[in-house]
């Protein structure tokens, strides 16, 4: 994992990288709000990258709950089958973000540059450490709903798409999501 510094150096250099992205007037045009997606970060070159295209999958978080997503992969079919049982670091994408996963023999990291999506008016990077004495409760509660570097799954689940999914539940139930 990066050191402090490091990771300083890693925001800035990823800023100065955006903001170059922000200057390309089809990028904006495409994505007024400046959230590019991962696809046209990575076409633009900015650093050398592989990407494993049998390793990429497209999954979705509850598809369970929308008739419209019937039958196709799910984040848990991918988090199964991969991510678990693979150390790696992953470029996980949605809803208009993503954030790095590095994954471990001990632990699963959350790396992530846009603290709002941890916590309101957050405006700093963050690392989540998620190992064996990690444990997950309810808020307000000491149940435990998920331990050890599991809780890493139920975080991203639980609470990164958590409010994506509520939104997209209520579009849905109003017959209004433009697929």
Excluded at 50 to 64: A, L
Excluded at 81 to 89: F, L, R
Excluded at 103 to 114: G, K, R, S, W
Excluded at 128 to 149: A, C, H, I, P, Q
Aim: net charge negative; with cysteine; charged share 25%.
């Amino acid at each position: 994992m990066p050191t402090v510094q490091q990771f300083d150096t890693l925001i800035i250099d990823g800023s100065t990288e955006w903001r170059h992205l922000c200057e390309n007037v089809s990028h904006v045009t495409q994505f007024p709000d400046k959230h590019f997606d991962l696809e046209t970060v990575l076409r633009a070159g900015i650093r050398p990258v592989s990407v494993s295209r049998e390793k990429s999958f497209v999954g979705f978080f509850s598809p369970e709950k929308f008739d419209s997503l019937m039958g196709v992969m799910s984040f848990d079919d991918i988090w199964n089958h991969e991510i678990s049982k693979n150390i790696g670091v992953y470029i996980v994408s949605w809803n208009d973000h993503f954030f790095v996963l590095k994954v471990d023999e001990h632990a699963y990291y959350v790396i992530d540059t846009l603290g709002e999506r941890l916590v309101e008016g957050c405006e700093q990077a963050y690392i989540l450490r998620f190992d064996n004495g990690s444990y997950l409760t309810t808020s307000g509660t000491k149940e435990v709903l998920s331990n050890g570097k599991e809780c890493c799954k139920e975080f991203i689940k639980r609470f990164l798409a958590a409010i994506p999914l509520k939104e997209l539940e209520i579009e849905e139930q109003k017959e209004a999501v433009p697929y």
